[in-house]
């Protein structure tokens, strides 16, 4: 799934391969990334609560890999908010479904 990948689309693809975890996100407009960087989701549950880990693809071709921990994932925030991620890409997250 690309970062820039509507919300609920992804949520309706997740339905459709009856994986559960995501459902909160249906309503959310918005590209992934966006949501993975503001922590974004619903009044119960936030999308830090279902990632495992993200991968960033930095200009140049070097790769990181964040676990959920070093995300930093708090009330609509995230290190990706608070570091200079900006000019690269988030190429794959992995979600507990």
Request: aromatic letters at 8%; a positive charge; one cysteine or more.
């Amino acid at each position: 799934m690309l970062a820039g990948t509507w919300v609920p689309h992804l949520a309706r693809i997740a339905q459709s391969h009856e994986l559960s975890g995501i459902e909160y996100i249906i309503g959310i407009p918005g590209s992934v990334v966006g949501l993975i960087t503001m922590n974004g989701g619903s009044k119960r549950q936030t999308i830090g609560a279902s990632i495992k880990k993200v991968k960033i693809l930095f200009n140049g071709g070097n790769e990181l890999i964040l676990t959920k921990k070093e995300c930093e994932f708090d009330y609509r925030d995230s290190v990706f908010k608070n570091h200079n991620y900006n000019h690269n890409v988030c190429v794959a997250k992995t979600y507990l479904l």
